[in-house]
Nanobody, 125 residues
Framework: QVQLVESGGGLVQAGGSLRLSCTTSGRTFSSYTMGWFRQAPGKEREFVATIRWSLGYTYYADSVKGRFTISRDNAKNTVYLQMNSLKPEDTAVYYC??????????????????WGKGTLVTVSS
């Protein structure tokens, strides 16, 4: 059974940093596209960043480019999202997701097959 478990959310002041973790289990994700998405109150879920696990190719939403970094640790089967220079508009529930398609565009268009339950990030002004 595939499981994605997010952790690391919390309350932080604007300008601060947080690192989210997504611990994976249930299968080998080496050929997968892994991603972080977020949903702010009253808004639709949006793409944040993806990484192709095997090659490490990364993609970012324009709104987080230069501030957030997605990475993975093969030994720990974990994907991270390092978030720096946080803004109040980054407040959202952050979800980890995985899709077997190694193409980021296709994986995101497909809606990502597996999802975690999310972790709340609140950025105060």
């Amino acid at each position: 059974q595939v499981q994605l478990v997010e952790s690391g959310g919390g309350l932080v002041q604007a300008g601060g940093s947080l690192r989210l973790s997504c611990t994976t289990s249930g299968r080998t994700f080496s050929s997968y596209t892994m991603g972080w998405f977020r949903q702010a109150p009253g808004k639709e879920r949006e793409f944040v960043a993806t990484i192709r696990w095997s090659l490490g190719y990364t993609y970012y939403a324009d709104s987080v480019k230069g501030r957030f970094t997605i990475s993975r640790d093969n030994a720990k089967n974990t994907v991270y999202l390092q978030m720096n220079s946080l803004k109040p508009e980054d407040t959202a529930v952050y979800y980890c997701a995985a899709d077997p398609n190694p193409s980021t565009l296709t994986a995101v268009q497909n809606g990502m097959r597996y999802w975690g339950k999310g972790t709340l990030v609140t950025v105060s002004s």
